[in-house]
């Protein structure tokens, strides 16, 4: 986010396969963000009021190979992970998402 054009010098040299971005990111509750989602930094205790699902957009045109999304809400709440996140973001990106934050349950319904 500071310096993006990074994204580009690493995958022009060395191929978009060896870039995997990691994002942590949060709800907004005041509509700071157009998607609802904030970067964050500092373990999550400092918001950006970059959006990430834009920034995942961006990130995903430049080249990375992947993207690794912590949802810092859900992060050690046992109570899941955060599916609207992972959705908002599945819908902008086409490459690989990772998804982490939590997974002490799961989050969707198995048939039985």
């Given at each position: 986010m500071?310096?993006?054009?990074?994204?580009?010098?690493?995958?022009?040299h060395f191929?978009?396969?060896?870039?995997?971005?990691?994002?942590?990111?949060r709800r907004t509750h005041d509509g700071a963000t157009p998607s609802g989602f904030e970067i964050?930094?500092?373990?999550?205790?400092?918001?950006?009021?970059?959006?990430?699902?834009a920034w995942a957009r961006e990130?995903?045109?430049r080249g990375v190979g992947e993207i690794l999304l912590n949802s810092?809400?859900?992060d050690g709440t046992r109570?899941?992970?955060d599916i609207e996140m992972i959705k908002a973001v599945r819908a902008a990106v086409q490459v690989p998402l990772?998804?982490?934050?939590?997974?002490g349950r799961p989050s969707i319904s198995r048939p039985p």
């Open positions: 500071a310096r993006p054009d990074v994204i580009d010098e690493i995958t022009r191929g978009s396969q060896v870039l995997v971005l990691s994002v942590d990111a964050t930094t500092h373990g999550g205790r400092r918001g950006t009021g970059i959006d990430a699902v990130a995903a045109d810092i809400d859900a109570e899941g992970f990772i998804a982490s934050g939590e997974r």
